[in-house]
């Protein structure tokens, strides 16, 4: 089944007795040649094992029930599918070979045996054959070529050759799906028509809430099996009925309880058939009975079809039992008093209408189903942009989302971008600003004023997409630094750093007009190449990490006790431009190198302002005088080796590292 429908219908576990309605399935058969473009519509059915209804050794479940009572429906299922088929395929396990309950079934089809099997006074169903339809026998299990002499064995029950297939691992898959398109007849006009509907509801709810007997009442027969045992129904079970002229498709889906008292994986399998029941379906039918109190199974439903955005109608099933009795507080309890018990138990689906019924005898079944497909219609209306702009800004403009930096909202763009669910898509300027909170807010607005009363919105909050003028702002540090795309959205790759870039002043330090050093600096360097002092040019290089010229004065000292005006701007170029002064201590060496006979020692220069030029002459004046004063200097240090005399280049060096500190600090506060 599973192979033919290229999807999980029917659960498949080793466990013999797993499947017992019927389980059905629309697919379209291709035809075997490719230049063939005719389609052929045809419904599958999977029906239960005959004779092997419960597993060995599981007779009773854990609660005691005896699994075998149901022997008597499922035999009747099988009865009914025989009836109405145009094609019967009897599945017989190649490996396996004949077995006696095989010989029961062929003989059984051969005379009719499953029709006498129907029960007394049961009317047959619409469409159904007279006559027994052709049987063909599929040897299954057929895994390779060694299988297929056993799978020959299997034309003796009289029914031709077998056709050949292994679904497990589609051995002679393409030759069975041709010979079943070959067999089966061509579907009318009509029949096409119908496989489409126009309606698809999911009934879900817990175990014996009613699933099944509801199920029965809309199709008018016993399309699935209802019992008092919990657990019966397995499979997610499609059943089609027509209503008002309407084709409507009820899914027919597996009681649940709370998943720590699964039993098996059939259990976990037919709760992954529930999931799959809600993904497809139009609306969401969830089942409650009124005769016991809201269980943590009902609320996680209750939160399954919450979380798949599709509209749904709780309905209270056994109503005619519950009516009349009273409640806690002794008072007759009412539909007014359930309601208010219903929105307090799940608050997940405060909006979504109550229907009162009774699947055993009818009440309401009918106007409920009228009240689904007005939830459709609800979730396929569309609302104008401009209504919905006028809207959005209004309501943004008399109460906006709040934010604790003071930010204020800013609404570009709002549209509906789809339906079922109605998505409304809004394009913002800060999308962090619109909490869950307020998302609820805008939510129970929509619903006040938009045709959105009883089903569910996906309302999506946006940044608009980076543009051009985008960029250029947010790296000049204004509104676009602070603009946020979503992930998979255009400009991903030029998001921000956070980092602001220099201006226009600042970039001026980099170009190569203060890199270069001039014609005094060459001069000032080659004369004082022996000491370790930087020159004018590198005093003007800017640092070479931009951070550094806007984070703060990491590498000075001291930074924050040091005040600047513009005042200090002409005295920093003064400053800039002074030689370095002698320092006090190298006095007294130079007095003791005088006092030895030499050349008489030249003058020191009187303090005042000198250039660059009368910068370079002093070395030369002292280098005349060291080589004047050159031994008795010796002399002199020989006689008192305890007190050394400093050198003078000891001296300037000393002197220009602290001229150098006090103007980088200068210069940098400038800049």
Same mark, same amino acid.
Do not use: C
């Given at each position: 089944?599973?192979?033919?429908?290229? $999807?999980? !219908?029917?659960?498949?576990?080793?466990?013999?007795?797993?499947?017992? %309605?019927?389980?059905? $399935?629309? !697919?379209?058969?291709?035809?075997?040649? /490719?230049?063939?473009?005719?389609r052929k519509t045809i419904e599958f059915m999977d029906t239960g094992g005959f004779g092997v209804y419960?597993?060995?050794?599981?007779?009773? @479940?854990?609660?005691?029930?005896?699994?075998?009572?149901?022997?008597?429906s499922i035999e009747f299922q099988i009865a009914k599918a025989v009836e109405g088929a145009d094609l019967i395929l009897f599945a017989?396990?190649?490996?396996?070979?004949?077995?006696?309950?095989?010989?029961?079934?062929?003989?059984?089809?051969?005379?009719?045996?499953f029709r006498k099997r129907l029960r007394a006074g049961e009317q047959p169903a619409p469409g159904a054959n007279k006559k027994t339809p052709p049987v063909r026998i599929v040897a299954t299990k057929v895994d390779g070529p060694r299988w297929e002499a056993h799978a020959a064995e299997l034309s003796a029950l009289g029914f031709g050759e077998p056709i050949m297939v292994s679904a497990k691992n589609n051995y002679m898959r393409r030759e069975f799906l041709d010979t079943v398109y070959s067999l089966v007849p061509k579907a009318s006009e009509e029949d096409s028509q119908q496989a489409r509907a126009d309606l698809m509801l999911a009934i879900i709810g817990k175990r014996n809430a009613g699933k099944s007997t509801l199920i029965n009442t809309l199709a008018g027969e016993q399309r699935v099996i209802a019992s008092e045992v919990p657990g019966t129904t397995r499979d997610a079970i499609d059943v089609r009925f027509e209503m008002d002229g309407r084709s409507v498709v009820a899914i027919d889906t597996a009681g649940l309880r709370r998943k720590r008292s699964f039993q098996n994986m059939i259990e976990e399998f037919a709760f992954d058939r529930v999931k799959r029941s809600v993904d497809r379906c139009d609306v969401v039918i969830l089942l409650v009975d009124a005769t016991e109190k809201i269980s943590q199974v009902d609320e996680q439903l209750a939160m399954l079809a919450q979380k798949s955005f599709k509209p749904c109608v709780i309905v209270v099933n056994k109503w005619d039992m519950a009516q009349g009795r009273r409640n806690d507080k002794g008072e007759i309890v009412t539909p007014k008093h359930f309601e208010t018990y219903i929105r307090n138990e799940l608050r997940g689906l405060w909006y979504a209408p109550i229907s009162f019924i009774s699947g055993a005898s009818g009440l309401n079944v009918r106007r409920t189903i009228d009240l689904a497909f007005e939830m459709v219609e609800q979730s396929r209306q569309r609302v104008t942009t401009g209504k919905l702009n006028r809207l959005v800004r209004t309501i943004i403009d008399e109460r906006g989302p709040a934010d604790l930096r003071g930010r204020f909202a800013k609404l570009f763009y709002v549209a509906q971008t789809g339906v079922e669910p109605p998505t409304i898509t809004m394009v913002v300027n800060h999308p962090e600003m619109f909490t869950s909170n307020y998302m609820r807010f805008l939510s129970n607005r929509f619903r006040e004023q938009l045709p959105f009363t009883e089903v569910p919105m996906r309302i999506v909050v946006r940044a608009r997409r980076q543009r051009e003028d985008d960029l250029v702002a947010a790296e000049e540090g204004g509104e676009g630094a602070t603009i946020r795309v979503a992930r998979g959205r255009k400009g991903v790759s030029e998001?921000?750093?956070?980092?602001?870039?220099?201006?226009?002043?600042?970039?001026?330090?980099?170009?190569?007009?203060?890199? !270069?050093?001039?014609?005094?600096?060459?001069?000032?360097?080659?004369?004082?190449?022996? %000491? %370790?002092?930087?020159?004018?040019?590198?005093?003007?290089?800017?640092?070479?990490?931009? /951070?550094?010229?806007?984070?703060?004065? @990491?590498? !000075?000292?001291?930074a924050g006790d040091?005040?600047?005006?513009?005042?200090?701007?002409?005295?920093?170029?003064?400053?800039?431009?002074?030689?370095?002064?002698?320092?006090?201590?190298?006095?007294?060496?130079?007095?003791?190198?005088? $006092?030895?006979?030499?050349?008489?020692?030249?003058?020191?220069a009187p303090a005042k302002k000198?250039?660059?030029?009368?910068v370079a002459k002093k070395p030369a004046a002292e280098k005349a005088a060291s080589k004047a004063t050159k031994k008795p200097a010796a002399k002199v240090a020989e006689k008192t080796p305890k007190k050394p005399a400093p050198k003078k280049p000891v001296a300037k060096k000393a002197a220009s590292k602290k001229t150098n500190k006090k103007t980088s600090k200068k210069a940098t506060k400038k800049k």
């Open positions: 089944m599973n192979m033919i429908a290229k $999807a999980k !219908v029917s659960i498949v576990d080793p466990t013999p007795g797993v499947t017992r %309605d019927r389980v059905s $399935a629309i !697919v379209e058969l291709e035809a075997p040649t /490719k230049g063939e473009d005719e419960v597993a060995e050794g599981g007779r009773y @479940d854990e609660i005691g029930n005896d699994l075998a009572q149901l022997t008597g017989i396990d190649a490996q396996a070979g004949i077995t006696p309950a095989d010989e029961q079934i062929a003989r059984m089809l051969r005379e009719g045996g998001r921000l750093s956070g980092n602001l870039a220099l201006g226009e002043e600042d970039d001026r330090w980099l170009s190569d007009e203060f890199s !270069v050093a001039g014609p005094s600096d060459v001069e000032g360097a080659e004369a004082g190449s022996d %000491d %370790d002092a930087p020159s004018a040019a590198d005093l003007r290089k800017p640092a070479k990490s931009r /951070k550094s010229d806007h984070e703060g004065f @990491d590498d !000075v000292d001291d040091m005040d600047f005006d513009d005042s200090d701007a002409g005295e920093l170029m003064d400053d800039f431009e002074k030689p370095a002064p002698r320092p006090a201590k190298s006095q007294p060496a130079a007095k003791k190198a005088a $006092a030895a006979p030499a050349a008489p020692q030249p003058k020191p000198a250039t660059s030029k009368k």
